[in-house]
């Protein structure tokens, strides 16, 4: 009986520890934006355009309509992500644009 109560408690702390990492970024703040693309793409260009931003050098990942995503979870409405939750360094445009990006999860 402590054997399984021993896995449960490993488990469950696996399993809290892989929720919450998703919620921190060493770098910038926690988005949740619908498409992650370098700058130097035709969607991304056409964005920091229209928000009069420029990118010194286009290989920077650019999020695009972008969400913050809460840091306490299930707290409001945006602490669930389905598209892609990235770090971004400068989100000053009204999630039209995030720039400086890697994903949240490792996987950019």
């Known amino acids: ?16 520890a892989q929720t919450t990492t998703v919620n921190k970024c060493n770098v910038g ?5 619908q498409s992650v693309q370098k700058g130097s793409s035709e969607a991304a260009q056409k ?11 286009g290989d920077i990942l650019v999020g695009l309509q972008c969400n913050p995503i809460s840091a306490a979870i299930g707290a409001g409405t945006g602490s669930n992500c389905n598209a892609n939750p990235v770090c971004c360094k400068n989100n000053s445009f009204n999630g039209v644009v995030a720039i400086g990006c890697v994903a949240a999860n490792g996987n950019a």
């Open 47 to 57: 964005q920091l355009a229209a928000v009069g931003a420029l990118l010194g050098n």
């Open 29 to 33: 703040s926690l988005q949740c934006c």
């Open 1 to 16: 009986m402590f054997a399984k109560l021993s896995v449960v408690a490993i488990l469950t702390a696996i399993a809290v």
